[in-house]
């Protein structure tokens, strides 16, 4: 068995292509340097520094719509509707997360298109199947990450050639770093089977060449078009669940919003938006959300979750129509912050996660289904499988189970489900946007009763008054859209200065660098390698094998059933030990 000495000793040699420091979005805001001891001494002013970095973005979109390949984006994509090909987005975690949305989104548009205009079928061909998703793990990865998958380009080829990819399509691949190898494996496989390729990523394109050898590849092939989304580094160094998918969300959503109202004309009875529209909404929503009304619901939610999770309390959201949008910021708070990850049905061993989703109307099934808007797409790879991609001996011997039964087994429908009330303080929060729908009033006759506290969480124009309940309203605008692009940004935007400013709080940020990150790919364990050298001084190589040593002992804590430590910061905490001990 290797040593954690010699596994460092091997990444350090060996996965020189994975040390990405220079990287803009790896880098530290100078903004957000003091973050964490900001937001324990004034709490509105640190959720004020998360919003500052937010501004970036708003900044940055003139320059990124009129790049060519924008509009280059707009003309494929309604080319491929008018030809009746498909729209592929691929992405690796928080990005996988967002093609899932981006395909949800567009599905959920024609449905809703045919129930409101049913003679649209005679005028257009039904395109509710134009857009397909592939995210690394396939949808089982909304939940958790797939450990290694986004570190193998032969795993993104194969799951775009599964997923049925061909000449005349479009593939949108996204990454926000630029450099992970499944969506680059995506981007290849897109070219050679005759699609229009797109490689849309957040840092310059210029450091990208420069510094990683599979980005430069990628940017210097001329039949890829290149969309760069660089808005700087992130509020949290790294964590591109935030800025990054923002103006990706945004921009990509926009490109496939215009092409869609350019092919149905009148006949979808929406007006075509130009791109300072975009730019003027989006500094408008975040206006909107920087008013003190804003800021001080926000800071009494994180007080409140904050406080729930000290005392060992559990948060559950309750939602419907943005189910996809919750589970989204809250699946990826595991990761981020090493907290407990969503946990299977009838698993009573692991820990439960500190927070939730559900939908109070139907049964997990089809809960999924309708979160999806069609049914869920799991892989079915077995040991073969893997063999042929050349995958690690880990991943041949032990295939995971990444099906559909699989992701069944996390419960996200209206069953009631002890686990989630059995802590001594436990709240059920409900999140609408836009006008009522009757959530509140399900979610309360389907679990109410069973948890010790209530909340509600409202987004939009107007606040419905509830007696009785904690109420969090954050007033905005949210336009008419068809891919309802505006209510998916207000909650992305409020969920993502939420949860970060909570974990901050709660002491899983240092500064502006997430030391509580776990490190389950390469990129992250570069990450963190990066981090206990900015928190101790010592060199990179000294610093990882302090990591795998710490990651070494956190498996064998976990395996003993003890909670375990965030091997950055253990290992963090170890090096300042010596110190002190030598000095």
Known sequence: M????KKARDFVEREKAFRLGELLTESFHPKTRRLSQTIQTDLPAGI???????EDVAGALEGIFAQASYGRLVESLLAAMQAGRRIFFTGCGATGRLSILLEAAWRRCWREL??????????????????????????????????GFEDFPDFGRHQLREAGVGAGDVVVAITEGGETPFVIGTAWEGLDVGATVFFVYNNPTALLREHVVRSREVIEEPRIHKLDLTTGPMAVAGSTRMQATTVELLVVGAALETALVRWLGARGGWSERGEREYCALFANLLGDLSRDACVDAMARLVAFEATLYDRGGLVTYATDDMLLDVLTDTTERSPTFMVPPFRRDGDTVSPVSWAFVKNPHLPSREAWRLML??????????AGTYEQLRAPEALRSHPPKLDNEELYRFRIGNECDASRTVASDSALVTIEVGAGTGLWQAARERFGADYTQTAALT?????????????FHFGCALPASPLRLWEHLAVKVVLNTVSTATMVRMGRVI?????????????????????????????????????????????QRAEQGQAPPSPVALAIERIEGLDKETT
Do not use: H
Not at 373 to 382: C, I, N, S, T, Y
Not at 517 to 530: A, E, F, M
């Open 459 to 471: 987004i939009g124009p107007a606040e419905e008054r509830r007696d009785g309940d904690d109420r």
């Open 511 to 555: 500064g502006n660098a997430m030391v509580w990150v776990s490190p389950s790919n390469k990129k992250l364990i570069d990450r963190g390698t990066r981090l206990i050298v900015q928190q101790t001084g010592c060199d990179y190589e000294g610093a990882c094998v302090a990591l795998f040593e710490a990651m070494e002992e956190v498996t």
């Open 114 to 147: 045919k129930a409101r205009e049913p003679e649209i079928g005679r005028d257009v061909a039904d395109r509710e199947d134009a857009c397909i998703s592939v995210m690394a793990g396939g949808d089982f990865a909304l939940i958790k990450a797939v450990e």
């Open 48 to 54: 004020r520094l998360l919003q500052s970095v937010d």
């Open 373 to 382: 808007e069609r049914a869920p797409r799991g892989l079915d790879w077995v």
């Open 2 to 5: 290797e040593t954690a000495a």
